[in-house]
């Protein structure tokens, strides 16, 4: 195997290809990062059995200049270490005898040991299934709106990842860690698809934005047990979670006794202040009076103090006189997925949960539960 | 006591200030913030019993507004918590029966338990002795510089700080682990210093950048195993440490068989690359041919591979040939310290240190060390 490349591009591809393995698997092979050199293509692949990447480098998107066809398996970390130094606008690579990798430029050679390309293990990427086009930036918001939601830990294993149900009309991505929810619509254009109801796993959705920085379009394929998503020359593929995702949407409540009118971010900051860290580690309680023209924001850190203020910047719709405690991280949380926007509070009673949206659509909802210690 | 003050430049100072304390003093107290109102200033103490550190605040310098003389000893994490979540411009400390600190702004009151201001100790703070006076920036500069070559746990107490050697023209600071020195020397204005030789504890030194951030100017007072640095309205004080600093001048080579004139970056770049991490932790060596025209740089990461570079970037003055071998890390950080500029390396023979200095002048030299492996 020989090809000279550009340095930069081919860094930025085994940095991504190196970011999803798990070095704690015993087995060194899938430890590796595999490149696989043919007539017309640079592919690079990884996987830690969960995830698999594949990358694929041409002349077209990355100067490829192949020399003489190949396979080799290399320990990404050393590799990366080298590309990132380097100075060269190319690189090249040379396999020497099998088990060496020998990179060089005009004026340095680094010879490094690689792994034996034979034991590695042949991948199937699926690229058919149903396919969802969504643009690249909009699903990367989505994803942090969401994810503050999912509990990796829970042990019901299907609330361990984000739910997709697809309609004949759009994609509900929810997440619930059963205290709270966290709920995005997206319209579909493509109004042609049959329904389907998916769970993508946390650590797959973890390594996504990465992927997604400056991706405009984005392709999700679900097929059987697997979703795989197409950015630009990258496949990303990951299992899916078995089991059944609760219907979320029917714990929302429907109907308002008091709705607030305010500016995310100012709410926000008011609540930060309250939001005191503590050090036994408990929850952080704030407590909300909410009258007609003020709320009272109270909390209590024991054994170092309290905090009250009073916020004002706001406009209630319906009975205030409602006094209302949350845990403060939910909250907190909740607020800040909706930047700095005019957002409202729908509020039933001191032991239902709160429904948080935009003022002008509610695509994005945040649905949080009270804390409620009775009287 | 009552008062109401600039909140930012409040937050600044006590942020000062519970930087140097030590958590893990068993004396509650000593963790503790004293704040002192009189009539004309607050004044903001606190002490690890090496450091002691106090600011003067007037109605001058944060806008201070006196209403009840009085003392307080508080804990700094949570008032630094609030000032720093707080927006308003200015905040009230109210002191409620000598038990709470009450922070207050029109719309929230944030109430806070105290410490006993009785049992703070009383702590002198020298401003008398041989006092330099010099540019905060460089100071600021010559630490950076310097601060490498310490070796903070060195079994020989006199080696774990930064050697200050006043004489009548310059002070010369030094410091040195037995494998390099690092030398920087300051020319004085005022030209009637007393000679004065005395060693100022690394974690002193640690905590003076931030002090320094912008100051422009900066006072040293030396007396009798103390040193004092007065910065604007901060007086920060420390022990010295007891013992004689070695005469490191004397281990200077002073004849050189070649000299290599070069761009320090370029260099650094090159070093750089032969500087792989290496798993088991030892100290990666790095190796130099210096021929005529070429520095051919080499280096081995075991079990990993083994680089060389070409470099050709350079003059040379005096006799090529020599092999010469560093602990990368020492040669690293001393290159380091010269920022983007033309520079010289001076060199006797393989088992001699080399000196580094700028080509424009000298006043500071990096002394490395060689690992001389025998042949």
Do not use: C
Not at 129 to 148: C, N, P, S, V, Y
Not at 252 to 277: G, W
């Amino acid at each position: 195997m020989k090809f000279s490349i550009n340095r930069a591009i081919l860094l930025e591809e085994i940095y991504k290809a190196n970011k999803i393995l798990d070095l704690k698997n015993p087995n060194p092979t899938i430890g590796g990062i595999f490149l696989e050199l043919t007539m017309d293509k640079l592919t690079i692949i990884s996987t830690n059995t969960v995830l698999s990447f594949k990358s694929v480098l041409t002349n077209n998107n990355a100067d490829l200049d192949i020399n003489e066809p190949g396979k080799i398996l290399i320990k990404g970390r050393y590799v990366i270490e080298m590309l990132r130094r380097l100075d060269d606008q190319y690189v090249n690579f040379t396999a020497v005898e099998n088990s060496e990798l020998r990179i060089s430029t005009t004026s340095s050679e680094f010879n490094i040991n690689i792994l034996d390309a034979e034991d590695y293990p042949s991948l199937g990427f699926r690229e058919k299934g149903t396919i969802l086009e969504l643009d690249g930036q909009e699903f990367k918001r989505t994803l942090a709106q969401t994810l503050i939601s999912i509990d990796e830990w829970s042990k019901k294993l299907s609330l361990s990842g984000l739910n997709v149900h697809v309609t004949n009309e759009s994609v509900i991505f929810s997440a619930t860690d059963l205290f709270r929810i966290s709920q995005k619509t997206i319209s579909l254009t493509d109004k042609e698809t049959e329904e389907i109801n998916i769970t993508i796993p946390y650590k797959t959705l973890l390594e996504l934005p990465k992927l997604l920085e400056n991706a405009e379009k984005l392709k999700i394929v679900i097929s059987e047990g697997y979703v795989t998503f197409v950015i630009n020359n990258v496949l990303f593929q990951s299992n899916l979670i078995d089991g059944q995702f609760p219907n979320v949407s029917a714990a929302f409540p429907q109907e308002f006794s008091a709705v607030i009118f305010v500016e995310s971010k100012k709410l926000l900051k008011t609540l930060n202040r309250a939001d005191l860290p503590n050090d036994d580690g408990l929850p952080q309680i704030i407590n909300l009076r909410i009258e007609d023209d003020s709320i009272y924001v109270k909390s209590t850190v024991s054994e170092v103090g309290n905090y009250e203020e009073e916020f004002k910047d706001f406009k209630l719709e319906g009975t205030g006189n409602l006094v209302i405690s949350f845990n403060s991280k939910f909250l907190l949380e909740a607020l800040k997925t909706f930047d700095n926007e005019p957002i409202k509070l729908q509020f039933v009673n001191p032991t239902r949960p709160v429904v948080i949206s935009k003022q002008r659509n509610d695509k994005l909802k945040q649905v949080v539960l009270p804390t409620y210690l009775g009287n």
